[in-house]
Each structure stands twice: as structure tokens, then as C-alpha cells.
């Protein structure tokens, strides 16, 4: 489980698309604090740096303190981050309010280990992954990763969501049935198959001419 990252969160009077554009150039991000305790939205700003350094690792399941404006603390999650198509900085915030003993639904990458061992990635297979993995859990429980172990695995074999082992207390949402993990046949083998058919083919053309040369020489000696 992540550890809980602190935020500060500092007041914002003023909205709009030409207030949000002087707050970025600042080096502060926009956002909102938002949840089923919170009676009306807070808006704020963060410190632009602060954020990247949260987006740039595992922020859908990152656990945060949020200190508010008043002087409250108050845990959240980044529920979404909008970002700016080209540099990737950050645009907007939104900050979902955890409420302990309350279930939420959140994401959870996914994460493969074992590749070393997997006889079908060995014999030239490729792994697909799922990227993450929605699941229902205690805001305390919020794992950082879901991990999947894949050293078990020949090119075919997939692993499904019913045969995952997830921590207590967190629930995948997903169909059963649906897959995390699968071996599939890489191009290269695929393109190697016929390639080495028709290098037979010629070995065969060849060896056939050859005798149908020695059978036509020894027509014409006679």
C-alpha cells in the first residue's frame, strides 16, 4: 500500500479561463475538492511541482492529505487530471474526499511480474498486459499496484480476473472472465512458419529437378 502523499491546498477567489492561465504561468494548478461529505465544492490551487511529481508515478491509487485552506486536513484522491495535449502540463485537478469506512471505485495499475520465467515469452511469445484494473475497496486499503504473476504462462495461456489474488478487502469490478494477462503468438513466429515452408519447397523443387536431370540424361544414353 502507497504511503499518504500531503498537499496544500491555498485559496482561490477568482474563476475563469484568463484567471486559470495566470494561476498556471504562477506555477499553480487549478482544482476542486468534491465527495459525499463535502456540502459545497472547495476550490483551490495547488503547487504546480507538487502535482507533476504525483502524476509522474502511480497517482490513481496515490492517497493524499490535503490541507485545506481553513487549516482542516481532509484524505483524498486525484479522481482526474486534465493536461495540456502537447507539454503535458497540468491543466485541472479534481479531488475526490475519502471518507473512512465508505467504499470507493478506483483504478489500480496493473503490473506483470515473472516475465523472466514465462516459457512462452522464452520461446518468442508476447506478454499483453491490462494497464489497470478497476476495483471497490476501504479508502485505507487502496492498494499501490496489482500485481500479476506471469512466469506460469506458454504462448496461449491468459489469466483472467477471477484468477487473481487481490489484498483484503478490495474487490475487482470487472467481468471474471475478462483478461489481465495473455502470452499471444509474436509476428516474427508467425512469418518464420511460412518461410520455412517454402525454403522446403525449394529444397524440394530443387532435389526433383535434380533427379528429373539424371532420369532425362540417362533417357538420352539410351
Do not use: F
Amino acid at each position: 500500500m502507497a504511503d499518504v502523499v500531503t498537499l496544500v491546498m491555498e485559496s482561490r477567489d477568482k474563476t475563469g479561463k484568463g484567471e486559470n492561465g495566470r494561476l498556471r504561468r504562477a506555477g499553480y494548478v487549478p482544482c476542486i475538492l468534491y465527495g459525499p461529505e463535502v456540502k459545497e465544492n472547495i476550490k483551490g490551487k495547488l503547487n504546480m511541482r507538487e502535482v507533476e511529481k504525483i502524476l509522474a508515478g502511480r497517482w490513481e491509487s496515490t492517497r493524499l492529505t490535503v490541507k485545506l485552506p481553513d487549516g482542516s486536513e481532509e484524505l483524498c484522491l486525484i479522481r482526474e487530471a486534465q493536461r495540456h495535449p502537447l507539454t503535458d502540463m497540468p491543466l485541472h485537478v479534481d479531488l475526490l474526499h475519502l471518507v473512512r469506512g465508505h467504499k470507493i471505485t478506483v483504478n489500480i495499475p496493473v503490473e506483470a511480474t515473472g516475465r523472466e520465467n514465462s516459457q512462452g515469452i522464452k520461446d518468442g511469445g508476447v506478454l499483453e498486459v491490462a494497464h489497470e484494473l478497476e476495483v471497490e475497496t476501504l479508502p485505507m486499503s487502496i492498494p499501490d499496484v496489482i500485481t500479476v504473476d506471469v512466469s506460469g504462462l506458454n504462448v496461449g495461456d491468459a489469466i483472467h480476473v477471477k484468477d487473481l489474488v487481490l489484498p483484503e478487502g478490495v474487490e475487482a469490478l470487472a467481468d471474471p472472465e475478462e483478461v489481465v494477462a495473455i502470452v499471444v503468438t509474436s509476428r516474427g513466429v508467425e512469418d518464420a512458419a511460412p518461410e520455412e515452408e517454402a525454403t522446403a519447397a525449394a529444397d524440394v523443387e530443387v532435389v526433383a529437378k535434380g533427379k528429373a536431370a539424371k532420369e532425362d540424361d540417362s533417357e538420352e544414353k539410351k
